[in-house]
């Protein structure tokens, strides 16, 4: 290809992305249109509100149990963009409700997880 090829392509290819955008573009593109709240100060998007009640219900199995609450608390922290100090916190900043812990234990959170630890 020639250069005068070459160069005519560049020069379409960047007039083509030269116009105006349409009404109701926005320069961060789709996804920040369908959201409908204003952009984050901290990032992208805008900050979810915290979603409903959290409902654990594996009263049986308790390490059922500690995998379901360590989900909830995982999407929690992706949601809110926020680690809860403790187990308490967490349980009612989404209004859990989860299954009572044994006799002499209570629920905390080590790790990013949650766990059985003593009274």
């Known amino acids: 290809m020639s250069r005068f090829a ?3 392509a560049l020069g379409l290819l960047i007039l083509a992305g030269c ?4 009404q109701g ?3 961060l593109g789709q996804a920040a249109d369908s959201v409908g709240a204003p952009p984050s100060p901290r990032g992208l998007g805008a900050v979810p509100e915290p979603a409903g009640t959290v409902t654990i219900t594996n009263a049986e199995n308790q390490a059922a149990t500690l995998q379901d609450l360590s989900g909830a608390l995982r999407e929690y922290v992706i949601r809110t963009r926020s680690v809860p100090k403790n187990f308490d916190e967490f349980a009612s900043k989404t209004q859990l409700q989860a299954p009572l812990p044994p006799a002499g234990k ?3 959170i080590r790790d ?3 766990v059985l630890v003593n009274k």
């Open 112 to 114: 990013q997880a949650v």
């Open 25 to 27: 573009a926005s320069p």
């Open 106 to 108: 209570k629920y905390a």
């Open 6 to 8: 070459i160069s005519a």
């Open 19 to 22: 116009g105006k955008p349409s």
